[in-house]
């Protein structure tokens, strides 16, 4: 008889196959010398085996919370296999092909003789990847799922500019006791490999700027629908997540009113969004990265106030490598791996400072650091009494919903610095809502980019930059943008629902959220239920939360 840990070691086999190299930047052993089969029949077989454990795992007792994670995780598998997203996604990060070999593949820290070889060994694997990657795109284009042309074009110049700069190669960028094995693989294998898929890229045909979302392919509203469900792990559609969007940019118009009032002397929320558009931008990005540094390290400081655990690592904040900065985000978090050897990095984007308002870095920072996901990613990597998949699960609603969330309670912690910066927190806050509204504009409703671009211009505080930019990952990655602000809504009705009990001790409840890795919204619901009696008074929420099955 299977137990649920086995059910659940054997899907930590199955996310292993399906993105070696997501679970390599984890930390997981196994994984330092390959890269994912893209092949039709082989993601097929995944599909099936991810299936075959979540049914079995509805069949099992004991450890329900190991359970319900399994199911909804493998049905995750299945989901994004089904969504066949390699055959038309040209560079996006999570999914691209190309993304993977440069972007990804360079993040490996090898260190020692045996991961030096798993190194090379990845390297040879370069080849075979990108040739079978190239099968799907032709594949997907005959089968009607197009890629859009625009991001085609992308790919193409990003590989014309690494195929001319030998001696730049990102795939150089990790130490090695000895380079001569490395350069010639890339000289004889990889750089040819490029060359040739350059080519197959060149070859496919692509949909215009005019038709950029899923519901101008095959089967495209379904999918839409299904990775919607996954990504926010509820029910919602995408008409009703397209309405909650515009509901809540109304809403923000009032608080925009109350703080820009004080700032600007202005009630009109559009002429507030107006003046902080010629608000002041960074001199510099050694100027940027200050700022980053100094916000963090102002939560750190007054985050044992708020929480009862914090990690036992300080989050490091770092530029973006100069060759990922210009089509990279305004800010993104790198989780250490799980063996807690390296800790995680907080990368603010330097490139084009000049064009990044100065606003938005205290709420990026608490965002993608402290105490947003470096708190929630560092406790989850430091579970030692749980199943692996449990600290892996990849359940943006929960991750990106309490990064979200964190922006609103750093206000409540009192770390932002003046009220530019609260309306930057609105700012941010604008994006998430207006997410709902774009994502769901492009792929359920069959929104042009200018639409969404003009929608952003005139309902966000984007930079031209970024606008340009988030525009292009809303178009490659259908639905991931949905969970942040799904899931923070989730968070604010969970504590909604638990502080009006007597005894509710804040501590507790921001451990709860965090004590048990990255959950579906619907079974983060469930725990709070639970504990819907009195929650423990402040001073015993730790011993009470492990008596609690916290």
Same mark, same amino acid.
């Given at each position: 008889?299977?137990?649920?840990?086995?059910?659940?070691?054997?899907?930590?086999?199955?996310?292993?196959?399906?993105?070696?190299?997501?679970?390599?930047?984890?930390?997981?052993?196994?994984?330092?010398?390959?890269?994912?089969?893209?092949?039709?029949?082989?993601?097929?077989?995944?599909?099936?085996?991810?299936?075959?454990?979540?049914?079995?795992?509805?069949?099992?007792?004991?450890?329900?919370?190991?359970?319900?994670?399994?199911?909804?995780?493998?049905?995750?598998?299945?989901?994004?296999?089904?969504?066949?997203?390699?055959?038309?996604?040209?560079?996006?990060?999570?999914?691209?092909?190309?993304?993977?070999?440069?972007?990804?593949?360079?993040?490996?820290?090898?260190?020692?003789?045996?991961?030096?070889?798993?190194?090379?060994?990845?390297?040879?694997?370069?080849?075979?990847?990108?040739?079978?990657?190239?099968?799907?795109?032709?594949?997907?284009?005959? =089968?009607?799922?197009?890629?859009?042309?625009?991001?085609? /074009?992308? %790919?193409? @110049?990003?590989? !014309?500019?690494?195929?001319? #700069? $030998?001696?730049?190669?990102?795939?150089?960028?990790?130490?090695?006791?000895?380079?001569?094995?490395?350069?010639?693989?890339?000289?004889?294998?990889?750089?040819?490999?490029?060359?040739?898929?350059?080519?197959?890229?060149?070859?496919?045909?692509?949909?215009?700027?005019?038709?950029?979302?899923?519901?101008?392919?095959?089967?495209?509203?379904?999918?839409?629908?299904?990775?919607?469900?996954?990504?926010?792990?509820?029910?919602?559609?995408?008409?009703?997540?397209?309405?909650?969007?515009?509901?809540?940019?109304?809403?923000?118009?009032?608080?925009? =009113?109350?703080?820009?009032?004080?700032?600007?002397?202005? /009630?009109? %929320?559009? @002429?507030?969004? !107006?003046?902080?558009?010629? #608000? $002041?931008?960074?001199?510099?990005?050694?100027?940027?990265?200050?700022?980053?540094?100094?916000?963090?390290?102002?939560?750190?400081?007054?985050?044992?106030?708020?929480?009862?655990?914090?990690?036992?690592?300080?989050?490091?904040?770092?530029?973006?490598?100069?060759?990922?900065?210009?089509?990279?985000?305004?800010?993104?978090?790198?989780?250490?791996?799980?063996?807690?050897?390296?800790?995680?990095?907080?990368?603010?984007?330097?490139?084009?400072?000049?064009?990044?308002?100065?606003?938005?870095?205290?709420?990026?920072?608490?965002?993608?650091?402290?105490?947003?996901?470096?708190?929630?990613?560092?406790?989850?990597?430091?579970?030692?009494?749980?199943?692996?998949?449990?600290?892996? #699960?990849?359940?943006?609603?929960?991750?990106?919903?309490?990064?979200?969330?964190?922006?609103?309670?750093?206000?409540?912690?009192?770390?932002?610095?003046?009220?530019?910066?609260?309306?930057?927190?609105?700012?941010?806050?604008?994006?998430?809502?207006?997410?709902?509204?774009?994502?769901?504009?492009?792929?359920?409703?069959?929104?042009?980019?200018?639409?969404?671009?003009?929608?952003?211009?005139?309902?966000?505080?984007?930079?031209?930059?970024?606008?340009?930019?988030?525009?292009?990952?809303?178009?490659?990655?259908?639905?991931?943008?949905?969970?942040?602000?799904?899931?923070?809504?989730?968070?604010?009705?969970?504590?909604?629902?638990?502080?009006?009990?007597?005894?509710?001790?804040?501590?507790?409840?921001?451990?709860?959220?965090?004590?048990?890795?990255?959950?579906?919204?619907?079974?983060?619901?469930?725990?709070?239920?639970?504990?819907?009696?009195?929650?423990?008074?402040?001073?015993?929420?730790?011993?009470?939360?492990?008596?609690?099955?916290?």
């Amino acid at each position: 008889m299977v137990t649920v840990r086995e059910a659940a070691d054997e899907l930590v086999e199955v996310l292993v196959e399906e993105n070696p190299l997501n679970e390599l930047l984890l930390g997981l052993p196994g994984t330092a010398d390959r890269l994912n089969d893209p092949d039709e029949r082989a993601e097929s077989c995944l599909r099936d085996r991810a299936l075959r454990i979540a049914s079995t795992a509805r069949g099992l007792d004991g450890d329900d919370l190991t359970r319900d994670v399994v199911i909804a995780e493998a049905e995750g598998v299945a989901t994004r296999i089904a969504s066949r997203l390699v055959e038309h996604t040209m560079h996006d990060s999570v999914v691209s092909p190309l993304a993977k070999v440069l972007e990804l593949i360079p993040q490996q820290h090898p260190e020692g003789a045996d991961q030096e070889r798993d190194y090379l060994s990845m390297l040879a694997a370069i080849p075979e990847f990108l040739a079978r990657s190239g099968v799907r795109h032709r594949a997907g284009a005959s =089968a009607g799922r197009l890629p859009v042309a625009r991001r085609v /074009r992308v %790919a193409i @110049e990003h590989l !014309d500019a690494h195929l001319a #700069a $030998p001696h730049d190669d990102p795939l150089r960028r990790p130490k090695l006791s000895s380079d001569e094995d490395r350069d010639r693989l890339l000289a004889e294998e990889v750089r040819p490999a490029l060359a040739a898929y350059r080519q197959v890229l060149s070859d496919l045909p692509g949909r215009s700027d005019d038709e950029p979302g899923l519901c101008f392919l095959p089967d495209g509203a379904g999918t839409y629908t299904a990775l919607a469900r996954m990504h926010t792990t509820t029910d919602r559609t995408p008409e009703e997540l397209h309405r909650t969007g515009r509901e809540l940019l109304a809403d923000l118009d009032e608080e925009y =009113a109350e703080i820009g009032s004080r700032v600007f002397g202005l /009630r009109d %929320a559009a @002429e507030i969004r !107006d003046r902080m558009r010629s #608000a $002041p931008c960074w001199s510099s990005g050694e100027e940027l990265l200050a700022a980053a540094r100094t916000a963090v390290s102002r939560a750190e400081a007054a985050a044992p106030r708020w929480f009862g655990r914090t990690p036992s690592h300080r989050c490091r904040v770092e530029p973006f490598p100069d060759d990922q900065a210009p089509d990279a985000v305004g800010a993104a978090y790198l989780p250490g791996p799980v063996d807690g050897s390296r800790p995680g990095t907080y990368f603010a984007n330097t490139h084009a400072a000049e064009q990044r308002p100065r606003f938005l870095a205290e709420a990026l920072a608490f965002h993608e650091a402290v105490p947003g996901h470096h708190f929630q990613i560092s406790l989850t990597q430091e579970l030692t009494d749980v199943p692996t998949i449990r600290r892996i #699960a990849g359940f943006n609603a929960h991750i990106e919903g309490w990064a979200l969330y964190a922006e609103r309670l750093a206000d409540e912690m009192e770390l932002y610095s003046d009220d530019l910066s609260r309306l930057g927190m609105l700012a941010m806050d604008s994006t998430r809502a207006a997410r709902l509204v774009v994502d769901t504009g492009l792929h359920a409703f069959g929104w042009p980019r200018s639409q969404v671009v003009d929608f952003l211009r005139a309902h966000t505080l984007m930079p031209e930059v970024e606008v340009q930019s988030e525009t292009d990952r809303y178009i490659e990655a259908p639905g991931q943008a949905l969970s942040y602000m799904v899931g923070r809504l989730e968070v604010q009705r969970l504590r909604s629902q638990v502080e009006r009990h007597p005894g509710f001790d804040l501590h507790a409840f921001h451990d709860l959220l965090l004590a048990h890795g990255p959950l579906p919204m619907s079974v983060l619901a469930g725990l709070c239920e639970e504990v819907a009696e009195p929650l423990p008074p402040p001073g015993e929420h730790l011993r009470s939360s492990h008596r609690r099955g916290f």
